[in-house]
């Protein structure tokens, strides 16, 4: 069985998370060696040292580099789609963080890139990958929830502003600006939940309607809080709320329900709490986890990075590609939009759009 080399761009929060989970799948086989590409000697000298990864020293060494299969790139989002042309450029498979870009004309432009160069460009949305995530849309595949009608999303969590946006060098040279990091908690946060919601409607989104504001983060200039209404073909209707300000921190949740015209499921964090259906099923759990800050899941990223490996093996599609990435994008977008100009914005957008 091929076992592929790898490389990880950026070893910052989320970087690490991917060697991490690159390593367990070195251990079961899938990886040969695994790379990383990092400004810090110190991380460099440890993964090189501890885990016997090969250090790069430069983006264009690590494209050059023939051997390497698949590259990971976890770097602020303003970077993603050059970064991601570089390497499809060289023949390689891509794997980005979420967002895919910024703007929908550079996501479009990463999509094309993978198609002409015939090689894999995946988006990091490991929360499709959690346990009861994928029994609840096996449950809506099959019909237990029936006609979906409307689902209703809250992303409800704290952002101190000293320990997250202003926390040091690197963190305030992206987060917080619409040129770098392109929004405020719906590009960054909530894109993990708008994803989801327009994965379980199984349509497609048409018109976006909302709000947002900063209410509670003076030092930057994008959005902590925002609302969207989201309207899908097929009379689907979504709500979202996101908030970076959620007081008291041990409040903190993420919540997605589902109505639908046979029953009504409710994920809380991840977990399938509720769900009662026409059909008879009956889920009812109280969760232990409720008041937890959603953490960074290895477990989850693993899962994704090895399906992505299997995807490579066995020649199939990866599920979630360039288009898949698009999707909440251009939601995240037409919101921005609708906000801005203070009507529904309607999809697909313009490709040159980049409000
Ligand atoms: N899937 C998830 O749940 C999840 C969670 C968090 C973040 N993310 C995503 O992962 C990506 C990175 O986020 P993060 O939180 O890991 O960010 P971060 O902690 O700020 O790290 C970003 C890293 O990118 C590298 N980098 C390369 N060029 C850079 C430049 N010009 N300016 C700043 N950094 C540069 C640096 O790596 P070195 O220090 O090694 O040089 C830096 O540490 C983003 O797309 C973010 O949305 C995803």
């Avoid at 987060?175 to 989801?196: C, K």
């Avoid at 026409?278 to 477990?299: F, P, Q, Y």
């Amino acid at each position: 069985m091929k076992k592929f080399n790898v490389c990880v761009i950026g070893l910052g929060m989320i970087g690490e998370i991917h060697v991490k989970a690159f390593i367990g799948l070195k251990r079961e086989g899938y990886v040969e060696t695994i790379g990383v590409l990092t400004s810090s000697s110190a991380k460099a000298d440890h993964y090189k040292n501890v885990y016997g990864c090969k250090a790069y020293t430069s983006l264009n060494e690590v494209a050059r580099d023939n051997t390497i299969d698949v590259v990971v790139i976890a770097t602020p989002h303003y970077l993603h789609h050059g970064q991601a042309m570089l390497f499809m450029e060289y023949g390689k498979h891509v794997i980005v963080e979420k967002p895919i870009a910024i703007s929908i004309l550079a996501a479009k432009e990463m999509v094309s890139k993978a198609k002409k160069k015939g090689v894999k460009l995946g988006v990091v949305f490991q929360h499709r990958y959690a346990d009861d995530v994928k029994l609840l849309k096996k449950y809506i595949d099959e019909g237990v929830i029936g006609d979906i009608h409307y689902i209703q999303g809250e992303v409800m969590w704290w952002r101190e502003e000293l320990a997250y946006y202003l926390k040091d060098k690197v963190a305030r040279s992206w987060r917080g600006m619409w040129s770098t990091e392109g929004g405020g908690v719906m590009i960054n946060q909530a894109i993990h939940t708008i994803d989801l919601i327009q994965w379980f409607s199984r349509s497609v989104a048409e018109e976006v309607y909302g709000y947002i504001d900063n209410l509670m983060h003076p030092s930057i200039n994008v959005e902590d809080i925002g609302i969207a209404l989201i309207k899908f073909r097929g009379r689907v209707y979504a709500s979202l709320t996101a908030s970076l300000c959620t007081r008291p921190p041990s409040y903190q949740y993420t919540k997605i329900k589902i109505f639908g015209s046979k029953g009504f499921a409710e994920l809380y964090n991840d977990e399938l709490r509720i769900l009662k259906s026409d059909t008879g099923i009956d889920i009812d759990k109280v969760s232990t986890s409720a008041t937890e800050t959603l953490r960074v899941e290895h477990e989850l990223h693993e899962r994704l990075l090895k399906d992505f490996l299997i995807a490579l093996r066995e020649d199939r599609d990866f599920p979630i590609n360039g288009e898949e990435g698009l999707k909440s994008l251009e939601i995240v977008r037409a919101l921005y939009i609708s906000s801005t100009m203070k009507q529904p914005a309607k999809l697909p957008l313009h490709p040159q759009t980049i409000a």
